[in-house]
């Protein structure tokens, strides 16, 4: 498997910001409220980004060649594969975030409460973008020294 191309992270951060700019402005137009991420989301994605650096520590063990470490190789595939996962959607999410936060920044008047949780959605979706990468980066093999 390839490593995640950081342009294909900077693609998925910049369509999902504009959807989530043009979605906010059709919501705004149409006479409805600001869709502003919970704080939940905010919480929930530290967790994953935790969890996925986790995850990938006891394969980092095994591709060390740390003695006495073991895993099999399906679940090292699923990490690697979570972590895959993690990078792409952590990117569509703070790109979301980012746009979300973008259109309220341009707005004259905020709503009460409505800046703190898309910060704070747009810190933990990096978080987790972040994490996926740390992860995949500690599934990665080292070159042998034949």
Do not use: Y
């Amino acid at each position: 498997m390839k490593r995640t191309n950081p342009i294909h992270i900077v693609l998925l951060l910049i369509v999902s910001a504009a959807a989530a700019w043009l979605i906010e402005m059709a919501l705004v137009s149409s006479g409805r409220p600001v869709a502003v991420p919970p704080v939940t989301l905010a919480i929930a994605l530290a967790v994953i980004a935790v969890a996925v650096v986790l995850a990938a520590l006891p394969v980092r063990r095994v591709a060390q060649r740390k003695p006495g470490a073991r895993v099999d190789p399906i679940t090292a595939t699923r990490v690697v594969l979570l972590a895959k996962a993690a990078s792409n959607t952590g990117a569509i999410l703070a790109g979301g975030a980012l746009g979300i936060l973008a259109f309220l920044l341009t707005r004259p008047v905020l709503g009460v409460g409505s800046l703190g949780p898309a910060v704070l959605a747009a810190v933990a979706a990096v978080a987790v973008l972040v994490g996926g990468l740390i992860a995949e980066n500690m599934c990665r093999i080292p070159p042998d020294d034949d």
